[in-house]
C-alpha cells in the first residue's frame, strides 16, 4: 500500500486556480483519495480560512474534484447516448451509468454513490475513472489528548464518512512525529501511556486495506520472510502472479498454512507435523494471513 503527497487545494482549482489540472490529474492516477483533516484547535497554527472546520475543507476539495468530473460527464454522456441510439451495445451501457453518476453530481453528490445494475456497468464505471467515484478515507488529526479516543471535531467527520459509505480514522500527527525519534524497543510503552494500542499510521493501513479490499499474504524461507498484497477474493495463482507472472502461469498447487497456526505452532515443520499444512489448489481463495508455498512447472 502507497501513499503519494499531493500539494493541496484551493477553491477554482477545476478551472485551473493554484496548482488546478496538475492536482487533479494527480489524483485521478490513485485508487483512493485520503483527506487528512486537521480536527484540533491552535492559535499557533493558523488555519487558512482563520477557522477549524474539518467538513468545511473536506467539501472544498470534494466541491472541486465534483466539478471537475461534472464537466466531464457534461460532455462524455450525451456521446455515448447518441452511439446507443445508433445500436452501439458499450455505449448503451457507458450512456446507462455514468448518465446516473452525471445526475448524482448535478444535484451536488459524489460520483461514488453511483449503483451500477450489473457487471458490465459496474466496469464501464471503473474505466471512466472518475475522481469523486474513488473510495474515501478521511483521517482526522488531533491534539495528543484526543488520539485514543477522539474528540467533537472528529465525531463530525465519522458522521459524514458514515453517510457516504467512506472510512475515517483518528490520528496524532504530533504522536507519530514522537513516535519516528523513539526506539524501536520504547513505542509500545509510550503508546499504552496514552491508552493507544497501535500508531496511528497502522491504523491509516488498516483503513486503507478495508477501503480498497486488501488482504495480505506471506511467503516465508530460510532467508526472509515477505509479505505480499492481493485483493480479497483473489485465488491461490493470482497469488502466485504477485510474485512473479510465471509463477501464475505455471501453477500446480499451494502449500498453506494459515497464519494462527504458523505463529502458535512456531513454524512450517511444527504446522506441518500437526497437519496443518494444507495442499490448495487452482480454486483456492486466498484469506487475510495466510502463509504459502507455491509449485509451479
Known sequence: LG?????GLVRGASKGEGLGNQFLGNISEVDAIVHVLRCFENDDIQHVDNKVDPIADAETVE???MLADLESLEKR????AKKATQGDKDAKVVASVLGQALELLRAGKPARLTEPKDADEARAFAQAQLLTGKPVLYVCNVNEEDAANGNALSAKVFEKAAAEGA???VVSAAIEAEIATMP???RG???AELGLEETGLARVIRAGYKLLNLLTFFTVGPKEARAWTVHAGATAPNAAGEIHSDFEKGFIRAETIAFDDFVTLG???KAREAGKLRAEGKAYVVHDGDVMHFLHS
Not at 501513499?3 to 500539494?7: C, E, P, S, T
Request: glycine share 4%; proline share 4%; charged share 25%.
Open 167 to 169: 472510512q475515517a480514522v
Open 63 to 65: 466541491t472541486e474534484l
Open 189 to 191: 510503552e509510550f503508546l
Open 184 to 186: 524501536a524497543e520504547d
Open 267 to 269: 513454524g512450517e515443520s
Open 3 to 7: 501513499f503519494v503527497d499531493i500539494a
Open 77 to 80: 454522456v450525451p456521446a455515448a
